[in-house]
């Protein structure tokens, strides 16, 4: 398995604001990506965080709420842009390590926006 | 459209007994099937998974049942442990390698005492 830390592990934020969460592996990986947990919900996709090239968003996300960096190997962020309450969520950060076909999650940053 | 249904919200077993956790999805090219399980404010622990080569996979006390034309899977956990209460996770991929994992809703697990 991998160890992946992610900051903040919480926060509570004021509507209008952004938040930056950082995620970091302890060794080398090949994929990244970022969820979302929504209250009372399943995980849902929201990008994979390409090294070196802009991540790839799926249906119903964007980069403007969303913007995501992965400058190496080990660390990728997501922001969440001009936060509403709707956009209180549990954000995870995964990982797949090369060769391997399990995907690793973080322990998870909780947001709350008011 | 939910691709991947787990239709139990919860499930309440006795320690020592089976648990059977269910999971059903309705897309025909989800090759890749995995298990995890959620304690509160932690993220998702992996457990097992299984390829749709395969019709079962067994890890210890954790076994993963896949049935490709009724597009069904089950976890079993025998026996039960109180440890093992918590919610868990089916988890399906179109791309071997783990990649764009679609969750179901999750399904608590209770192991009573």
């Known amino acids: 398995s991998a160890v992946i830390s992610q900051k903040p592990s919480r926060d509570i934020c004021q509507r209008g604001t952004s938040l930056t969460i950082q995620c970091q592996v302890d060794?080398?990986?090949?994929?990244m990506f970022w969820y979302r947990q929504q209250p009372g919900q399943s995980l849902t996709l929201i990008a994979t965080?390409?090294?070196?090239?802009?991540?790839?968003?799926e249906s119903g996300f964007v980069i403007d709420k969303f913007p995501i960096s992965r400058p190496n190997l080990t660390f990728s962020t997501l922001t969440v842009s001009n936060m509403s309450p709707e956009d209180s969520s549990i954000y995870l950060c995964?990982?797949?390590?090369?060769?391997?076909?399990?995907?690793?999650f973080g322990p998870g940053t909780r947001l709350l926006v008011l | 459209d939910q691709q991947v249904k787990q239709n139990s919200p919860s499930l309440s077993v006795q320690e020592g007994r089976i648990s059977i956790l269910n999971c059903d999805y309705t897309n025909s090219m989800f090759d890749y099937f995995l298990w995890y399980k959620k304690y509160p404010a932690e993220g998702p622990t992996f457990l097992i998974s299984i390829s749709s080569i395969k019709d079962k996979n067994e890890d210890g006390r954790f076994t993963v049942f896949l049935n490709k034309s009724a597009k069904h899977l089950s976890l079993h956990i025998v026996p039960s442990q109180p440890g093992d209460s918590a919610v868990y996770f089916c988890a399906a991929s179109q791309i071997q390698g783990a990649q764009k994992l679609v969750f179901g809703q999750g399904t608590r697990l209770t192991i009573n005492p």
């Open positions: 995964s990982v797949v390590r090369g060769g391997q076909e399990t995907q690793y």
């Open positions: 965080a390409n090294q070196g090239s802009e991540a790839t968003y």
């Open positions: 060794s080398q990986v090949t994929m």
